[in-house]
C-alpha cells in the first residue's frame, strides 16, 4: 500500500507564480524525500528532510514537515517552464526486517506555462 | 561516473517467454532496488537488495526473481512474461542508512517492457 500520498494529482500554473505540493503519510518515518521525474526519464533526487527538522531549504525548493500530522509540502517558487514535472514524496520507514526502504506516493503532475 | 545503468531501454515479450533486466552501478552503493511504475500508482517497489549476495522481497514480488552476485549490479528477471508485467521498470541504488549516509536513491533511465 502507498505510504505517502501527494495533493493534488495535478498543477497547472504560469511561470512566475509558485507551486506548493502537499504529501500525508501513514506511519512513523526516519526521513522525507521528494524526487522529480521528467517525462520518460528517471527520478531524480530533489530533498531529503529529516524526522526532526521542520524546514528546510534548497534554492528556489523549500520543504516542511509536520510529524504531528504526517504531513509535508514542496514550494517550488519563482516557477519555470522547465519545472514541468511530476513530483514524488518518498517515505523512509524501518521495516520489521531492520532494513528501510523508500515508499513512494502516486507522483503530483506539474504543468508550468510560459 | 556513468551512475546507475540499464539494458535493455526498451523490450517487447510474448506472453510466457523470460527475459533478465540488468542494472549496474558505479558508486560502491550497498543498496539497490528494482521498482515498476505503472500509470496511476507511482512507484512499487518489487525485490530489493541491501548487499553483496542478499535479496529481499517489496510490496509486488509475485513473477520476479533477483540476484546480486557483484555489488555493482542487479538482475530481475521474469521467468514467464504475463501481461500484466507490461510496466516501466527502474532500478535504483543508494548508501546504507547504517554508512551515516543519506539514503537518498540514485535511479537509472528505465526499461520499458511490453508483454503481448
Known amino acids: 500500500s502507498q505510504q505517502g500520498e501527494e495533493d493534488p494529482q495535478a498543477l497547472s500554473i504560469q511561470e512566475g507564480e509558485n507551486a506548493t505540493m502537499n504529501c500525508s503519510y501513514k506511519?512513523?518515518?526516519?526521513?522525507l524525500q521528494w524526487y522529480r521525474q521528467n517525462s520518460g526519464r528517471g527520478l531524480v533526487h530533489l530533498i531529503l528532510?529529516?524526522?526532526?527538522?521542520r524546514e528546510k531549504h534548497s534554492g528556489r525548493l523549500r520543504v516542511t514537515l509536520d510529524t504531528s500530522k504526517k504531513s509535508s509540502s514542496l514550494l517550488i517558487t519563482a516557477s519555470r517552464a522547465a519545472d514541468t514535472a511530476s513530483y514524488f514524496c518518498?517515505?523512509?520507514?524501518?521495516?520489521?526486517?531492520?532494513?528501510?526502504?523508500?515508499?513512494f506516493g502516486k507522483g503530483t503532475m506539474l504543468l508550468v506555462s510560459p | 561516473n556513468a551512475g546507475v545503468t540499464q539494458t535493455p531501454k526498451f523490450r517487447v515479450l510474448k506472453t510466457g517467454q523470460s527475459m533478465t533486466l540488468l542494472c549496474a552501478q558505479d558508486?560502491?552503493?550497498?543498496?539497490m532496488y528494482w521498482y515498476r511504475q505503472d500509470p496511476g500508482m507511482g512507484l512499487r517497489l518489487i525485490h530489493y537488495?541491501?548487499?553483496?549476495?542478499?535479496?529481499a522481497k517489496g510490496e509486488v514480488p509475485d513473477g520476479y526473481n533477483v540476484s546480486r552476485l557483484k555489488k555493482q549490479n542487479f538482475l530481475l528477471g521474469l521467468e514467464s512474461a504475463a501481461p500484466s508485467q507490461t510496466s516501466v521498470y527502474f532500478c535504483?541504488?543508494?548508501?546504507?542508512?547504517?554508512?551515516?549516509?543519506?539514503?537518498?536513491?540514485?535511479f537509472g533511465p528505465g526499461t520499458r517492457l511490453t508483454v503481448l
Open positions: 535504483a541504488s543508494s548508501y546504507s542508512p547504517t554508512s551515516g549516509l543519506y539514503n537518498e536513491q540514485f
Open positions: 506511519t512513523s518515518i526516519n526521513n
Open positions: 528532510i529529516r524526522s526532526n527538522e
Open positions: 518518498a517515505t523512509d520507514a524501518e521495516k520489521n526486517s531492520g532494513y528501510s526502504t523508500l515508499t
Open positions: 558508486m560502491n552503493h550497498e543498496y
Open positions: 537488495s541491501v548487499g553483496e549476495g542478499t535479496t
